[in-house]
């Protein structure tokens, strides 16, 4: 597993028992707030493990789709055998608080990222170049055989 990967797994073990905690000690509109925000970083993570080479904002921006999709499935219906897993009532606020998850799960994944390395500067620039350009081909690694 990549060190992308690694990290997308702890994200996610982290954000299951944070809301297994808050939950268990919590009520209200703190705990299903925080479970909104918390299920769409739990979805970032996913997408992260899935696909560990997309960028921290379209795994975010996948998450936050996904999420606004299932929010608004509930207003056509979700089939009662996946309330569990989705809900079943539409609630506009929940559409903020998966934009919060979002951002919290670009946050997480952001790190793992860029693995350490640094781009080329443009040509004609100084610096570190476009921090959003991809990164060029990692070279092959040396052969071990003698």
């Not at 769409?40 to 080479?53: D, I, K």
Request: charged residues 15%.
């Amino acid at each position: 597993m990549t060190s992308r990967r690694w990290r997308a797994a702890g994200v996610a073990v982290v954000t299951v028992a944070a809301g297994l905690g808050i939950r268990s000690q919590t009520g209200g509109a703190f705990s299903k707030y925080a479970g909104d925000a918390l299920y769409t970083v739990l979805v970032c993570a996913v997408v992260v493990l899935l696909a560990p080479r997309l960028r921290p904002a379209v795994a975010a921006g996948a998450a936050l789709g996904f999420s606004w999709a299932v929010e608004l499935w509930q207003i056509a219906g979700i089939p009662t055998a996946l309330h569990p897993l989705f809900g079943a009532t539409f609630n506009a606020p929940d559409l903020f608080w998966y934009v919060v998850g979002a951002v919290l799960g670009w946050c997480l994944t952001l790190g793992g990222w860029r693995d350490g390395r640094v781009r080329p500067a443009e040509p004609g620039g100084a610096g570190r170049g476009d921090p959003l350009a991809p990164l060029p081909p990692r070279p092959a690694p040396p052969s071990r055989i003698r």
